[in-house]
């Protein structure tokens, strides 16, 4: 039987989750464990480029990982673990910037943006951050990286890294593919659609659905949600807040566009938000039911934890010793 290929992906844990990271991530990441040797990392060494409070960092921790397993990730038949409990990824990372440029890591557009909110003292962790995720990334042999279109930077970082470093020492590292879902990819904010729906929008509660909000806030941010005056459920860059909407009912939905503006033909904006309202509702529903009692259930979760780490650390520690080797360490 041909080996199944590695898929990366991870997720900082860095605030509350949202119906973005469900449709981005989470939903498509559950469809995809049967075809690939999924890896599913909690990046909590990126998280720290920014300032954490640490029973914050902690509790974001835990709920990211009971998230994980309750929007279907099986955590036997995929590897999921913390990634500080694996510490080939600071290792590798360590190396790995020795490889890569300042020019290079200059251009990143996160960094840009992100540094100029630091004010004077930008963490040299914000900077080197790409170089992190593509240690994370190369540690596995990673072919497949299911992430969404603003990480199409970071990716083709790490595919120069992997290449620069395969042509000083012979083939050690996998040149991992991008995969971007089709649809749901990108959801957008609900005050503010042409802007992403961002875990870390913290300015407008009504912007953003997080998927442990309540259900019935949940419905009503959807209710509330900006649409335009013309009454049109058309699929239209000049209608984003239309468009998000639709996008949000057939990521969820599974129908495609066409089949959804033909549903709501002739509908009005309240019928149609309530229609939207209620397949998110009835999709976060059993999710919640679930995380709560995988929350409460502490041994499974540390088991969990421990498994990972486990199945991680060997995977990674065979890729860290290769390069270790390649590069003239003694062991
Ligand atoms: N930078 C990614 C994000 O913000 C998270 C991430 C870290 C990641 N390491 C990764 C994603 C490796 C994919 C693969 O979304």
Redesign the pocket.
Known sequence: MEEKKVL?????PSGKPTLGNYLGAFKNWSSLQEEYNCIY?I?DL?AITVRQEPAMLRKYTKELLALYLATGLDSDKNTIYIQSNVTAHAELSWILNCYSYMGELSRMTQFKDKSQKQGNNIPTGLFNYPVL?AA??LLYQTSV?P??ED?RQ?LELCRDIAIRFNNIYGDVFTVPEMYIPKIGAKVMGLQNPTKKMSKSDADNENNVIYLLDDLKVIYNKIKRSVTDSDNQIIYSDDKPGIKNLLNIYCGITKKTIEQAESDFKGMGYGAFKEAVAEVVVEEIKPIQARFNEILADKIFLENVIKDGAKKAEYMANKTLRKVKKKIGFIS
């Not at 990366?8 to 900082?12: A, K, N």
């Open positions: 990366f992906s991870g997720m900082q990392c990046v990126h995720q994370d990334i990286v992430v969404g990480q970071h």
